[in-house]
């Protein structure tokens, strides 16, 4: 076994061992099926394994939650409570903290839900100090993939958006503010319209707002494809990563998006402006914005769309394009993003496994698998910390300290 791990990082030099971005503990407060889980952790890539329904994929979606939005699961924030031995549903809350270690420095995150009155909301804190959540991509990424992702991005073109979005948030903090802004005020913009006599300088100043939203939303979006299609250049170039992962090409587009390509954008703001006013009369009118730009997802060498691939080939070009963004963070803004790779290995053939074991070997930060099948990570080949979710929760009262298994 060692033997094998040594012969393989003979050959490829550049893996690492100790991450530099990388989560040293994790607590679980009254978060869905845990009451009480601590992770005591150490500098190497984790694993959780463990029985169907034990808990695994709830860890990977707290640690999510280290990051604007909804999760890995698009959860509601009542949802993560637990809701076994909770006596009074009402006053109790959820907490997610972790001790997160970078090249930037040792910082503790904090995530919960916040009951005020009949309000509920999820803050966060960063040492203690509470924070905007928008403000903790700036101190750590998180990104993911689960096999109910690579179902959804299929199902519709909304989601295939959303995707991008999440993509995008990690080159632009303020990114998802401005699409959970943008809707916002769509529908603020409708409430406005069915009053007998609406406000006409109201209405312009929302308008002009959804303009400028969307032409920053559908820019920043563009901005994401570009440098990831650059990075495929040089790893086509260089013959990285294609051997085994395909090559992706993502295209947007849009009437925004061409317009953007002929004109400055004050003209195409000015443009959805005059649009937005001629559909005052007419809601049957669709306006062109961020929310009808169409995605389309493609292997790179053979044309193929990610709509028309096999299962397999499709979570390979998902995998792909997770795995090169994360080295676009890393490279591009140091920033490299806590990977969480749900369930992803029983997806896999033995090649493609291995190949993304070398792949995440070789990534600066700090990757999360969860698997029912401890076997399948033997070979992996750098080291993991292995960690027997049943175990911990049945006899160490969900406390756990690392170790390095049976490595
Ligand atoms: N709010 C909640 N309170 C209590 N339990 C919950 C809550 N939400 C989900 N659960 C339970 O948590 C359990 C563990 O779910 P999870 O998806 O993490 O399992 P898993 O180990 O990933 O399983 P699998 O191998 O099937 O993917 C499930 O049985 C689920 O019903
Ligand atoms: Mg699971």
């Not at 009451?35 to 709830?58: A, E, H, V």
């Not at 698009?74 to 409570?81: D, G, T, V, Y």
């Not at 691939?309 to 993003?337: C, V, Y």
Request: aromatic fraction near 8%; charged fraction near 25%.
């Amino acid at each position: 076994m060692n033997n094998n791990i040594l012969s393989l990082k003979e050959n490829i030099p550049d893996i690492k061992d100790a991450k530099t971005f990388y989560i040293k503990k994790v607590s679980l407060k009254n978060f869905r099926n845990h009451i009480n889980l601590n992770l005591n952790l150490t500098n190497s890539s984790i694993l959780i394994y463990g029985g169907n329904g034990i808990g695994k994929t709830n860890i990977l979606e707290a640690i999510s939650l280290l990051n604007q939005g909804k999760g890995l699961r698009k959860a509601n924030i009542e949802n993560f409570l637990n809701q076994e031995k909770i006596i009074d549903i009402t006053t109790k809350t959820w907490g997610v903290n972790v001790d997160f270690v970078s090249p930037n420095g040792k910082f503790n995150i904090g995530t919960g839900l916040k009951k005020t009155g009949s309000n509920k909301s999820r803050i966060a804190k960063i040492n203690s100090d509470y924070t905007p959540l928008s403000s903790l991509g700036e101190i750590l990424n998180i990104s993911w993939i689960t096999p109910q992702i690579c179902v959804l991005i299929l199902s519709s073109m909304s989601e295939k958006r959303r995707f991008i979005d999440r993509l995008t948030m990690s080159i632009d903090n303020l990114h998802l503010n401005r699409v959970y802004k943008y809707d916002k005020l769509f529908r603020q913009r409708n409430k406005i319209l069915m009053q007998p006599n609406s406000d006409k300088t109201w209405l312009d100043t929302v308008e002009s707002q959804i303009s400028e939203l969307s032409i920053s939303i559908i820019a920043r979006r563009l901005d994401l494809i570009e440098e990831l299609e650059n990075l495929y250049d040089i790893q086509l170039k260089n013959n990285h990563l294609t051997e085994h992962f395909p090559s992706v090409g993502i295209t947007i587009n849009g009437k925004i998006e061409q317009l953007l390509n002929e004109k400055p954008a004050v003209e195409v703001e000015d443009y959805i402006k005059s649009e937005l006013k001629k559909s005052r009369s007419d809601f049957e009118l669709s306006v062109s914005g961020p929310n009808n730009s169409i995605i389309e997802i493609f292997n790179r060498i053979d044309n193929k769309n990610l709509d028309t691939s096999s299962t397999g080939e499709q979570k390979l070009i998902l995998i792909s394009i997770i795995l090169s963004h994360a080295r676009l963070l890393d490279e591009k803004f140091n920033m490299a993003p806590i990977l969480l790779l749900d369930d992803i290995i029983e997806h896999l053939d033995k090649k493609h496994r291995k190949a993304l074991f070398l792949e995440v070997s070789k990534l600066n930060a700090q990757s999360w698998f969860t698997s029912t099948d401890m076997d399948a990570f033997l070979e992996y080949p750098s080291l993991i910390d292995k960690i027997n979710l049943q175990e911990i929760k049945e006899n160490f009262d969900g406390n756990y300290h690392f170790r390095y298994g049976d490595i």
